[in-house]
């Protein structure tokens, strides 16, 4: 077993939230126990609180957390992008400009957060409400063209 600095555990704890639900504070200390790694669940607790992360609703109803506004210098994978669409995109609209993305309530910063470091050239930018992601698109692709990519990724 293995003492990490907190760096070291806070980015393990980042890449282990990225990959999978985690519902508890519980199951985060066992899942670092079962790659070596000691922290106590109060280690956990304050380390969840330093990133920020926030518990939300997934498809199914279950609570998991997550990391609204983490930034990486390197841009989310496709497959880490598709992921979170699939997982939290429910609906997909568009109008002009704009394309609209429904989530379960309490997901939307999640899914705004990841069109917005995934850097996509037709995506200008996103505004994240409770459920809904707010697309604002390039104006020569246009949010008809921008939707259905979105929706293509969500699996819709």
Do not use: W
């Amino acid at each position: 077993m293995t003492t990490l600095g907190k760096p070291q555990r806070q980015h393990r704890i980042l890449r282990m939230l990225e990959d999978q639900p985690i519902s508890s504070q519980a199951q985060l200390v066992q899942m670092l126990e079962a790659d070596g790694i000691v922290a106590t669940q109060a280690t956990v607790s304050r380390d969840l609180e330093d990133l920020g992360a926030v518990k939300v609703r997934i498809p199914g109803g279950a609570m998991a957390y997550a990391i609204p506004e983490y930034t990486r210098e390197r841009a989310p994978t496709d497959d880490h992008l598709k992921r979170l669409m699939s997982e939290f995109v429910v609906e997909v609209a568009h109008s002009a400009n704009l394309a609209v993305l429904r989530t379960p309530p309490g997901s939307a910063h999640v899914v705004a957060s990841a069109l917005d470091r995934a850097s996509l050239a037709s995506v200008l930018g996103t505004v994240a409400g409770d459920d809904t992601v707010l697309v604002v698109c390039n104006e020569s692709v246009g949010g008809a063209v921008v939707a259905a990519e979105l929706a293509v990724l969500a699996g819709l």
